[in-house]
Structure formats: structure tokens, C-alpha cells
């Protein structure tokens, strides 16, 4: 009876398990089942009585949940906890439409994990909460005519009675909801604490809008041009916003990655995100009739070797370089048109690589090249964009690609210039050797309702002291006054700025946030010196809130501090974290950032906020991506109701390897409940008794619990068949401790069912309390194997066998077997090639 990969034998043997047949009963029954603890249907209690053919898992479902609850089973003690391990999956958003199975999926993958370190003596965390606050759940409100606030209620009531319908091993106790001002008091702290120590300014710029949502979009929310909330077309808005410098962490972000424990293909979306580029600076002067004097304009190359190749120079629409140049410039309103339609059009459309190149000259300016004193036409492109580099490149189509692309679109010349070594061509033009980064600041305000509003006032009487202040006047004023003159954050002891209820919460569309037409919001004093003052009316981005809620859930409660620095010594970093690729530069990133900041302000001791991040894969189903409007998408709670938490938990593991996703199909379904129905026929009908693990089970613990480590859940799942199959082959050999064993290897798969058979067979404490099983190496070197018989190539037995098992040994085996006799017949054998401990084949 041993553990298999998912081969060919082990895809029948799970093949066999899941079959509607009849299952042999164990041949020591002695006690009658009428005898039997089961649960009523109409009561949900636990009563003498028959026990149902099938497993009854509407009223276990609600008395286990209910159980785990008033026991609080899986309530780790905060304080006293020797063995702390933080297991979190990725802050859901609680759609007004409800758990959906992409949700359902991440949480059984989590909760595997943590059941699976919890029965390993582990004191495990595992909180839940909602990401509620945002432009997701104000869209749907709106939608819905339906207030934000009102609404948020109604999807927390219909999400959180979802979740303890799933079978998860949550803390309760633990549960944070990012619209409650409990919550986002301390999401306004951090937001403080980043402006104190110099980490936010403020700064008119052009910055992506979506029209659909009318508000502004980080450049991590704009995916292939269109808003990642929508899917409308972004386009370019000059705006004041406020920023949080995360650039500053650049290099850090990029040389930790090296460091974390996380999916490479995470790590290698941020690496590129980041966009490390090592150069040189090299400036080039623009002359003109037009123009007075020269004006400088520095180039960013990681090619300086190729100088001498440079045929013309591109600069980016919103370089100020244009206004510089703009007197020498004779086709002015030509170029001015160019820049406004180029504005508007979406950065990822204008930096695509297949893009048709556009652009218009600078006539009457022309660019002097340093290396050789060559003037070369200048022209502006919106395939250059003014946050990468410096906003103007040199043109060297004979080494460059979409150089060549543009020099071939205008009729440029390219000249196959000799390379020159970069130390010696930078040394000759005064270059500088700089690096670059592609990430740029994190865009972190919101002219949106349905958000924590910023906590900061501006005054324009501190506006002139701050910018007038010197020396020792200047310390009075912390980085982030300094920066930006006249805004000061509010104190912590006012905290939190609370939202308002707007009756008209909707955007107007003008860039001004909804809180702005709310006078009894933004009139305030100033914190600083008592005169009137104005509040900022803009609220944070969503990210902001899921940057940190981490660091909240050990210390929820806490109403002193956002997270107590002795409980987050104790469980921070989190130990494991679940969740999806499509974060890696949103949440993840953000995350980190804050992490780093909050660690270098002194408020924690760590600088990564997750040890193991592992990203999951994508559901579809019946081989198609799932959305609404092609119908084809799961609702866990119609699955549940029809089948029971624990076969679509089971379902959901089998389909693949938890982080490659799979195809969710109805059949799969069906085949699970009968698996899980056998389960259930076996161990209540079981009557036998023994102490010890039998030792062929040693390689089926040993392969489950490898597989649940590495999260290859569906290959754990089918090595539990295989167990079953066991078990109803010889029924009398299996030990009740066998059964036990077997119960809680299941148990983080199916809780529901293993806690109510584990009741049923006898035993007072939860299963879920339970050690892990620990294999036997010894009885590993001492296991049968399957030895597979073959004749003339072909499959016609397979038997047990010893390891070690001889080739003569194994010939005698095979001709005692009938199956294998009826396909030799009378033929004489005329070779046999042996593999030992795997397969004979006869040839004859």
C-alpha cells in the first residue's frame, strides 16, 4: 500500500477511489451501529441514533462552526504563546457580491498550511478582515443607490457569514475592517508619521486619470494603459497631489529581493518594476538663432560607449527642456499641438514597443554633440516619457532599436560609429557615472469619497513663517513642514479625522475630492498656530490601508498604539503569507516600502514584512477564464450548500498544484463527495482496535506531509486515496490507530468531516488539537512496494512485493498470478527484463 507520485498508477488508484462502488466493510464490526453517536437532522445535536449512509454535512458543518467558535479553538494566546507562527492570507475585498471562488481558493490554501503547522505544535495566528474602504465598493455603491457607508455594513454581514461557512481556522478575535475608525485612526498615523519624517510632499504633475472613476491612479493601477479597476482608458491630468517618496527605497527594495523567501515570479516582477539602469549623465547643449544663450540638457544612457553614433536627440512633452528651447523654436505651435495630444495619451500606448513612432522637429534648435561637436536636429516624441532618465535621450539608431524605428520613420541618418570604452568617452565629456531607477513615487491621494481622509491642514499664515524660517527657527518644524511649506499633519491625540456622511458622495469629476463641497470638514485651525485654516479634502489610496494591516491584527484592541512593540517582536514578520501574483507591484511593493520606512523610524526591528510569500495560481473553469458575462462563474455558496464546505475545499486543492491554479469542473465535484463518502462509510462502520501505526503507512504520511510543506495539495489529496484504497482492500489489518492517523492527515483538508468522525470513533478533543503524524524511517527501508507485471510490454498486474524482491523471485510471482498466465498461455518465455523494486516485464 504504498505513496505514489501522480503517475499513471497513482492517477488509477485515485481513479478507484473515487468511484461510486461498493465498499468492503471491515470484517471486525462488533459493535452495532445503531449503538452509534451521529448527529440529528432536525436538531443539529449529537444523539444516539442511526448513522446516516452518507456523511451529513449541513449539520456538521453548523455544529463544528459553532463549537470552534465558543471553544475558540483556534484562539492563540497573544501574550503567552511559545510557538508563535503568523499565517495570513492576502486582505480580501469584500465584494457587495460576495465570496467568490478565486477568494475560496486562497483561503483553503492558507488554511491547509496553518492547520498542517498547528498540528505540528505550533501556537498559529491565522486573523481575517476587510479591505473595504476604496473605489471598488463606492463604484458598487453607487451602482446600487446605495450609500458607501450603508453598504459596507451589508457586504461585511453577507462576507463574514460566508467566511464561517468555509471552514477556516480563523481568529476571530482578531478581525480588522479598514472603514472602521478604529481602524483607520491608525492608518491616518502612519500616514503622520510618513510626513514627519520627510516622506510625503506635495507637487503639481501630470498624473493618470481614469474618467470612468474620476480620480487619480498610481502608475502601478494602470495596466496596459487602462485603470485596473474599470478597464477605461487612462489618460494625463496636470493635478497637485501628494506623493509618498518610496524612490527613496529604491535600492533597497531591489537588494532585499534577493534576500526573501517568495515566488521568483513575484520577485522578478518587482525586480523589473524597479528597473535598476546603471549609466552615465552627459549633457548636451541646444543652440538656435533663436536663442540667447545655449541651453544645457542632460542625457541619461546606459550606452555612453556609443556617443560618437548620435544623430539626433528626442525630448519627452512635459520636459521643461521645451520651455527652455521654446524662443529658438519657429514651428512652435506645430510642436505645442503635439505636446497637448501627447499628454493624453496613455504612458503604456506611448512606450509600447510595436507603437508607430510619431513626433515633430524642433526647428530653428539643434543639439551639440559633446563627443564630437556635431550638431544634430532635436525633435520631441511621446516614445520618451519625462519619469524615466531625465526626459530627453540620444538617438543612435545603429545600436538602438526603437532609434532605429524613429530614425527610419523621419529619415534619419545612422552612422556606424566606432564604440568607444565608457570610462574613457565620459572622461572626455565630463560625464558622470549615475544610477537610475524606473520605479517612481507612490501617488498616494484620492478625490474620492470612500477612503481615510489625509490628516493634514494647511495654513497659510505657518506657509510664510516656514519659508521665511532660518537656523535654529527652522527646527521647529519637522521634515514634512520643511518640505511643504504651510502644511502641518494632525496631532495624534485628534485622531482619527473621521469621514463624514455625505449624502452627495459622488465625484464630481473636476479633480476636487467630494469632502471639498462639506465647509464643516475642511474649516478647521491650524495645529500649529490656532488661526483658520483649511483641511485637505482628499482621502489616501486603498493601498495604504492593506500597506500595513499585518501589523494590526496581533495587536487589535491596542487603543494606545497602532501595534504594540512587544507583541509585533513576538509574531512579526508574518511567517506565511498567501496570496496573488497580480500584487506584486501594488500591494506587496507598497508593503515592503512601508515596512522599511516604519523600521528606519524605530518603531519595529524588521524590514520585511514577509518571511515566505507564496503567490497561488488562477481558477477557470471548464477550460475558459471565468467571468460573469460568459456564466460560467462558481458561487462557493451554491457549492456548499449542494456538496458540503469540505468536498469544494477538496475539489478546489485537487484540480493542480496550488500555485498553478486549475480547471474547476462539475465532475470533479461529484467524484470528491464519493471519495469523501467512503471516508465516511469506513470509518463509522469500523469497530477494531490496535495501538500502532501499520508500517506500510509510513510512506503515505511521509509523502503527505512533503506535499503540504511544498503546497502540492492535489498530490497529498491523492496519496489519501491511495490510503482509503488500503484500507478497504484488507480492512482487517488496519489498526484503529491506522484510522486516526489517517483522519488527521485529512484534517486540514476536510475539518468538518475529520472532527466529526474523530467524535464518532471516540475521541473527546478536537482533531484539529491533534499532533501530526511522524513517519518511521526505519519502517520506510522495511515497505513493499507495487510491482508492476508486464507482458510483452503490455500492463497485466500489478502485486506486492518486497523490496529487494529477486528477479527469479519475481518470475515466480508473476506466473502465480492468472491474469498474468492467461496472456502467456502455453508460449514459452523467451526473455524477462527486470527493474528491481519496479517492474518485470515477460517476453514471450
Known amino acids: 500500500m504504498s505513496s505514489q507520485k501522480m503517475n499513471k498508477k497513482?492517477?488509477?488508484?485515485?481513479?478507484?477511489?473515487?468511484?461510486?462502488?461498493?465498499?468492503?466493510?471491515?470484517?471486525?464490526?462488533?459493535?452495532?451501529?445503531?449503538?452509534?453517536?451521529?448527529?440529528?437532522?432536525?436538531?443539529?445535536?449529537?444523539?444516539?441514533?442511526?448513522?446516516?449512509?452518507?456523511?451529513?454535512?449541513?449539520?456538521?458543518?453548523?455544529?463544528?462552526?459553532?463549537?470552534?467558535?465558543?471553544?475558540?479553538?483556534?484562539?492563540?494566546?497573544?501574550?503567552?504563546?511559545?510557538?508563535?507562527?503568523?499565517?495570513?492570507?492576502?486582505?480580501?475585498?469584500?465584494?457587495?457580491?460576495?465570496?467568490?471562488?478565486?477568494?475560496?481558493?486562497?483561503?483553503?490554501?492558507?488554511?491547509?498550511?496553518?492547520?498542517?503547522?498547528?498540528?505540528?505544535?505550533?501556537?498559529?495566528?491565522?486573523?481575517?478582515?476587510?479591505?473595504?474602504?476604496?473605489?471598488?465598493?463606492?463604484?458598487y455603491a453607487m451602482k446600487k443607490g446605495v450609500h458607501p457607508m450603508r453598504q459596507a455594513k451589508v457586504a461585511e454581514k453577507n462576507f463574514y457569514k460566508q467566511l464561517h461557512m468555509v471552514g477556516n481556522g480563523f481568529s476571530w478575535d482578531h478581525h480588522v475592517e479598514t472603514y472602521d475608525p478604529e481602524y483607520y485612526k491608525w492608518t491616518q498615523w502612519l500616514f503622520r508619521a510618513m510626513f514627519e519624517n520627510g516622506l510625503v510632499y506635495r507637487k503639481k504633475a501630470p498624473v493618470n486619470w481614469c474618467p470612468s472613476c474620476k480620480t487619480v491612479l498610481a502608475d502601478e493601477q494602470v495596466i496596459a494603459g487602462k485603470c485596473e479597476r474599470c478597464d477605461s482608458e487612462v489618460s494625463k491630468k496636470e493635478l497637485e497631489q501628494w506623493f509618498f517618496k518610496i524612490t527613496k527605497y529604491a535600492p533597497k527594495l531591489l537588494k532585499n529581493i534577493d534576500k526573501i523567501d517568495w515566488s521568483e515570479r513575484v520577485k522578478i516582477a518587482q525586480k523589473n518594476w524597479i528597473g535598476r539602469s546603471e549609466g552615465a549623465l552627459i549633457s548636451f547643449e541646444m543652440v538656435g538663432g533663436g536663442l540667447s544663450a545655449p541651453v544645457k540638457a542632460d542625457v541619461f544612457t546606459t550606452r555612453p560607449d556609443t556617443l560618437m553614433g548620435v544623430t539626433f536627440v528626442v525630448v519627452a512633452p512635459e520636459s521643461a527642456t521645451l520651455i527652455a528651447v521654446k524662443d529658438g523654436i519657429t514651428n512652435w505651435p506645430e510642436v505645442e499641438e503635439y505636446i497637448w495630444k501627447a499628454k493624453n495619451k496613455p504612458e503604456a500606448e506611448r512606450m509600447a514597443d510595436d507603437k508607430d513612432k510619431t513626433g515633430v522637429e524642433l526647428k530653428g534648435v539643434k543639439?551639440?554633440?559633446?563627443?564630437?561637436?556635431?550638431?544634430?536636429?532635436?525633435?520631441?516624441?511621446?516614445?520618451?516619457?519625462?519619469?524615466?532618465?531625465?526626459?530627453?535621450?540620444?538617438?543612435?539608431?545603429?545600436?538602438?532599436?526603437?532609434?532605429?524605428?524613429?530614425?527610419?520613420?523621419?529619415?534619419?541618418?545612422?552612422?556606424?560609429?566606432?564604440?568607444?570604452?565608457?570610462?574613457?568617452?565620459?572622461?572626455?565629456?565630463?560625464?558622470?557615472?549615475t544610477t537610475q531607477y524606473r520605479l517612481r513615487d507612490w501617488l498616494i491621494s484620492r478625490q474620492r469619497y470612500w477612503g481615510p481622509p489625509i490628516p493634514l491642514i494647511y495654513c497659510e499664515h505657518?506657509?510664510?513663517?516656514?519659508?521665511?524660517?532660518?537656523?535654529?527657527?527652522?527646527?521647529?518644524?519637522?521634515?514634512?513642514?520643511?518640505?511643504?511649506?504651510?502644511?502641518?499633519?494632525?496631532?495624534?491625540?485628534?485622531l482619527p479625522v473621521m469621514l463624514p456622511f455625505v449624502k452627495n458622495f459622488k465625484p464630481a469629476g473636476t479633480g476636487d475630492s467630494p469632502l471639498s463641497s462639506v465647509p464643516s470638514f475642511y474649516n478647521t485651525k491650524c495645529p500649529k498656530c490656532g488661526n483658520k485654516a483649511r483641511r485637505e479634502t482628499d482621502v489616501?489610496?486603498?493601498?495604504?490601508?492593506?500597506?500595513?494591516?499585518f501589523l494590526r491584527y496581533p495587536?487589535?484592541?491596542?487603543?494606545?498604539?497602532?501595534?504594540?512593540?512587544?507583541?509585533?517582536?513576538?509574531?512579526?514578520?508574518?511567517?506565511?503569507?498567501?496570496?496573488?501574483?497580480?500584487?506584486?507591484?501594488?500591494?506587496?511593493?507598497?508593503?515592503?516600502?512601508?515596512?522599511?520606512?516604519?523600521k528606519d523610524m524605530g518603531y519595529i526591528d524588521f524590514d520585511e514584512p514577509f518571511t515566505?510569500?507564496?503567490?497561488?495560481?488562477?481558477?477557470?473553469?471548464?477550460?475558459?477564464?471565468?467571468?460573469?458575462?460568459?456564466?460560467?462563474?462558481?458561487?462557493?455558496d451554491e457549492y456548499i450548500k449542494k456538496f458540503g464546505a469540505d468536498a469544494l475545499r477538496l475539489h478546489l486543492m485537487f484540480i493542480g498544484p496550488l500555485e498553478e491554479g486549475g480547471d474547476f469542473r462539475d465532475a470533479g465535484m461529484v467524484g470528491i463527495t464519493r471519495f469523501l463518502n467512503r471516508v465516511w462509510s469506513f470509518s463509522t462502520a469500523y469497530s477494531g482496535k490496535g495501538k500502532t501505526i501499520s508500517s506500510w503507512m509510513h510512506k503515505g504520511i511521509k509523502k503527505i506531509?512533503?506535499?503540504?510543506?511544498?503546497?502540492?495539495?492535489?498530490?497529498?489529496?491523492?496519496?489519501?486515496?491511495?490510503?482509503?484504497?488500503?484500507?478497504?482492500?484488507?480492512?482487517?489489518?488496519?489498526?484503529?490507530?491506522?484510522?486516526?492517523?489517517?483522519?488527521?492527515?485529512?484534517?486540514?483538508?476536510?475539518?468538518?468531516?475529520?472532527?466529526?468522525?474523530?467524535?464518532?470513533?471516540?475521541?473527546?478533543?478536537?482533531?484539529?488539537?491533534?499532533?501530526?503524524?511522524?513517519?518511521?524511517?526505519?519502517?520506510?527501508?522495511?515497505?513493499?512496494?507495487?510491482?508492476?507485471?508486464?507482458?510483452?510490454?503490455?500492463?497485466?498486474?500489478?502485486?506486492?512485493?518486497?523490496?529487494?524482491?529477486?528477479?527469479?523471485?519475481?518470475?515466480?510471482?508473476?506466473?502465480?498470478?492468472?491474469?498474468?498466465r492467461n496472456h502467456i498461455g502455453s508460449a514459452e518465455i523467451r526473455r524477462v527484463i527486470f527493474v528491481e523494486n519496479r517492474i518485470i516485464n515477460i517476453i514471450v
Not at 455544529?63 to 495570513?88: C, G, Q
Not at 489616501?540 to 494591516?549: E, G, H, I, N, Q
Not at 517582536?569 to 496573488?580: E, I, S
Not at 508486464?790 to 512485493?801: D, F, I, P, S, Y
Open 10 to 139: 497513482t492517477v488509477k488508484a485515485v481513479r478507484g477511489s473515487i468511484k461510486d462502488k461498493n465498499v468492503k466493510k471491515p470484517s471486525s464490526i462488533g459493535r452495532s451501529t445503531a449503538e452509534k453517536l451521529v448527529i440529528t437532522k432536525k436538531s443539529g445535536a449529537i444523539k444516539k441514533g442511526k448513522i446516516p449512509k452518507e456523511y451529513p454535512f449541513k449539520q456538521a458543518e453548523k455544529k463544528w462552526s459553532e463549537y470552534w467558535v465558543r471553544k475558540k479553538i483556534y484562539e492563540p494566546d497573544i501574550t503567552k504563546a511559545k510557538n508563535p507562527f503568523y499565517n495570513l492570507m492576502m486582505f480580501p475585498y469584500p465584494s457587495a457580491e460576495g465570496l467568490h471562488v478565486g477568494n475560496m481558493y486562497a483561503f483553503t490554501g492558507s488554511d491547509i498550511y496553518g492547520r498542517f503547522m498547528r498540528s505540528q505544535g505550533y501556537d498559529v495566528l491565522e486573523p481575517i478582515g476587510l479591505d473595504g474602504f476604496g473605489i471598488h465598493s463606492e463604484n
Open 367 to 433: 543639439a551639440v554633440n559633446p563627443a564630437n561637436g556635431m550638431e544634430v536636429p532635436v525633435w520631441v516624441s511621446d516614445y520618451v516619457v519625462s519619469g524615466y532618465g531625465t526626459g530627453v535621450v540620444m538617438g543612435v539608431p545603429a545600436y538602438d532599436e526603437r532609434d532605429l524605428a524613429f530614425a527610419q520613420a523621419f529619415g534619419l541618418s545612422v552612422i556606424q560609429a566606432p564604440l568607444v570604452p565608457k570610462e574613457k568617452i565620459v572622461k572626455a565629456v565630463s560625464g558622470k557615472m
Open 462 to 494: 505657518c506657509a510664510e513663517k516656514v519659508k521665511a524660517a532660518k537656523g535654529k527657527e527652522k527646527q521647529k518644524y519637522s521634515a514634512g513642514e520643511i518640505q511643504n511649506p504651510g502644511w502641518s499633519a494632525v496631532k495624534e491625540k485628534d
Open 540 to 549: 489616501s489610496d486603498t493601498f495604504l490601508d492593506s500597506s500595513w494591516y
Open 555 to 598: 495587536s487589535v484592541g491596542n487603543k494606545k498604539a497602532a501595534f504594540d512593540k512587544k507583541t509585533t517582536k513576538k509574531w512579526l514578520p508574518v511567517d506565511m503569507y498567501l496570496g496573488g501574483a497580480e500584487h506584486s507591484v501594488l500591494h506587496l511593493l507598497y508593503s515592503r516600502f512601508v515596512t522599511m520606512a516604519l
Open 612 to 636: 515566505k510569500f507564496r503567490a497561488h495560481g488562477l481558477i477557470i473553469r471548464d477550460g475558459k477564464k471565468m467571468s460573469k458575462s460568459k456564466g460560467n462563474v462558481v458561487n462557493p
Open 705 to 820: 506531509t512533503e506535499d503540504i510543506a511544498l503546497l502540492k495539495y492535489n498530490t497529498a489529496i491523492a496519496e489519501l486515496m491511495v490510503i482509503l484504497n488500503g484500507f478497504t482492500e484488507k480492512p482487517e489489518e488496519v489498526t484503529k490507530k491506522d484510522l486516526e492517523t489517517f483522519l488527521i492527515l485529512l484534517s486540514p483538508f476536510a475539518p468538518f468531516m475529520t472532527e466529526e468522525l474523530w467524535s464518532i470513533i471516540g475521541n473527546k478533543a478536537s482533531i484539529h488539537k491533534q499532533a501530526w503524524p511522524i513517519f518511521d524511517k526505519k519502517a520506510l527501508k522495511q515497505e513493499s512496494f507495487d510491482l508492476v507485471v508486464q507482458v510483452n510490454g503490455r500492463m497485466r498486474a500489478t502485486l506486492k512485493a518486497k523490496k529487494g524482491t529477486t528477479e527469479a523471485e519475481a518470475l515466480e510471482m508473476a506466473k502465480g498470478d492468472e491474469r498474468v
